[in-house]
């Protein structure tokens, strides 16, 4: 395994470096603060090129790599990990299509985000059915005239107010089937421009075939607020034979490829964020003095420094392995990538929470950015399967 980056992947780094200085860094406290959906930054993203980095060359005409892909979320997130959520989250989505749809799919559902600035959601998580997703209910079944329709509710949707399009995991024929299948559902073509939604309103799609969608009002979250997230009704939605992904009774199979491609991702997310934490704890601790001298200079709190460097330096390790052997189509992929996603939360958590507290009360202030760190790095063990879903998948591939 080589650490040297390659020329595009240093060229990846820097844009998406700059990138966050200029667009998010300075401004992330204020829109965390007016919990606003900051849709127009992830269309600069998006001109910026570093989105949709699954889309395959076929359609998009270049390729992105595992590991630049991993370099451009971290870094992302470094800016924030809320608008690295929500810009993965079109991966996430459509990585299936990518991975299992035919060509014609392909070019149907990935060209949309290609040609524009639209966001994608990827509807797994029921209010039933969250780390035992196959127990899912939502349910395509056949109507008289022998077509599918859709029904049934997901929650925690990341996306789910201004997306364009879903991609829908559900149960084939009865709610107790073993079959579950993928279906792509398009919606209206939102744009910055165009997504004139109340933050605080659900949303009503009625659909041109009939059915229709309905978005929750968004939630309001601990952390991550500059992401959206909220649940998602299909109401008879016709499904059509062409937006159903492979084959019907795969679905499960095609969640686990999805989530082993993604979770380096979410780890990329937790890297980044972790990152942030060290570093704005070291520039807070060489500024404060106590006792006649800078905190950071103190040996107990340099102790600290150093274990929060050692966790960001070891999920960065494990995060760059875990993208290397997705490259390089490995069968051992899903392991690497639960352990990836497990260090990287912990690193995130541990950064946030230590380094809140080297800013002392300061830290426990809204106007620290230390403070929204820690509120954000919650999720990362948790969403894309806990902690406890990602040991179980180690635990089954050791075994
Ligand atoms: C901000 C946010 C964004 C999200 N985005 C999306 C999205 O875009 N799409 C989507 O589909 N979902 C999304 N989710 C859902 C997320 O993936 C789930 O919340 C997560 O998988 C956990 O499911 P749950 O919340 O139902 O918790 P539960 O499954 O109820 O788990 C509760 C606790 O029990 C533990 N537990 C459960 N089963 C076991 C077991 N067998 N052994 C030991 N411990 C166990 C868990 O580890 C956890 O600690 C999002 C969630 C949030 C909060």
């Not at 029921?126 to 997703?133: I, K, L, Q, R």
């Not at 890297?271 to 601790?285: P, S």
């Not at 709190?301 to 490259?327: G, H, Q």
Request: aromatic content about 8%; some cysteine.
């Amino acid at each position: 395994m080589d650490f040297n980056l390659n020329d595009e992947e240093k060229q990846y780094l820097d844009t998406v470096r700059r990138f966050v200085a200029r667009e998010i860094t300075p401004h992330v406290l204020n829109l965390d603060k007016g919990h606003v959906f900051p849709f127009e930054i992830i269309r600069k993203a998006w001109e910026l090129g570093v989105m949709n980095l699954s889309v395959p060359e076929n359609v998009k005409g270049y390729r992105i790599d595992a590991i630049s892909s991993a370099l451009i979320i971290r870094e992302l997130s470094y800016g924030d990990s809320g608008i690295a959520t929500s810009s993965m989250c079109n991966d996430l989505a459509n990585i299936v299509v990518a991975m299992h749809g035919s060509d014609e799919q392909q070019k149907r559902f990935l060209n949309p985000f290609v040609n524009q600035a639209l966001l994608a959601s990827f509807c797994l998580t029921e209010p039933n059915a969250g780390s035992d997703n196959a127990s899912m209910t939502t349910l395509m079944r056949k109507g008289n005239d022998g077509k599918y329709v859709l029904n049934g509710a997901k929650c925690f949707i990341t996306n789910a107010s201004y997306a364009s399009q879903f991609t829908v995991f559900c149960k084939v024929g009865k709610p107790t089937s073993p079959f579950m299948a993928c279906v792509i559902i398009p919606s209206l073509a939102l744009e910055p421009e165009t997504a004139e939604l109340d933050p605080h309103s659900a949303r009503e799609i009625p659909l041109p075939e009939g059915g229709r969608i309905i978005t929750g009002k968004p939630e309001d979250k601990l952390g991550q607020r500059l992401s959206n997230t909220a649940t998602v009704t299909f109401e008879d939605v016709p499904v059509d034979d062409s937006q159903i992904i492979g084959d019907r009774r795969l679905g499960f199979q095609y969640i686990t490829d999805v989530l082993d491609y993604a979770r380096p991702m979410v780890a990329a997310i937790g890297v980044g964020l972790a990152r942030r934490a060290l570093d704005v704890t070291l520039a807070y601790t060489r500024e404060r003095r106590q006792f006649g001298e800078r905190i950071c200079d103190m040996p107990v709190a340099r102790e600290t420094l150093v274990a929060m460097w050692k966790k960001v330096e070891l999920a960065d390790m494990a995060l760059m392995k875990a993208a290397f052997m997705i490259e390089d189509g490995s069968p051992e992929q899903g392991m690497y990538a639960s352990l990836a996603k497990n260090l990287a939360a912990e690193a995130a958590i541990f950064c946030a929470t230590e380094g809140l507290h080297l800013h002392g009360g300061y830290g426990f202030m809204a106007e620290y950015e230390i403070s929204k760190l820690l509120r954000d790095a919650q999720i990362i063990d948790i969403y894309e399967g806990t902690r406890e879903v990602q040991n179980m998948i180690i635990g089954r591939e050791l075994i």
